[in-house]
């Protein structure tokens, strides 16, 4: 009885050996450089383990934030002078 009591410990114990280093391969493939790339700022995609800067939008386009802001203020200040100029309805 002894002796399968000790193999058993033994064949548990190989078990628990196995999924511990099975466990710390999957986060030191998967989980690790993910948290490493999204800790940069960055876009980690799981798929393809594939860590990508994001693009910005003024990046493709050409046109910088400062024009936008510019463009936004000037359709702003139109539409308050045509509000202005319209004749308020009482």
Do not use: Q
């Not at 391969?25 to 989980?31: D, K, L, P, S, T």
């Amino acid at each position: 009885m002894s002796r399968i009591i000790n193999r058993l410990k033994l064949v548990f114990l190989g078990v628990f050996a196995v999924l511990v280093a099975g466990m710390f391969g999957y986060h030191a493939y998967f989980v690790w450089p993910g948290e490493r790339c999204e800790a940069k700022g960055r876009w980690w995609d799981p798929e393809t383990r594939i860590c990508a800067r994001p693009v910005l939008i003024s990046d493709i386009t050409g046109r910088t934030l400062p024009e936008k802001k510019a463009a936004e203020a000037r359709a702003a200040a139109a539409a308050a002078a045509a509000e202005a100029e319209t004749p308020a309805a009482n």
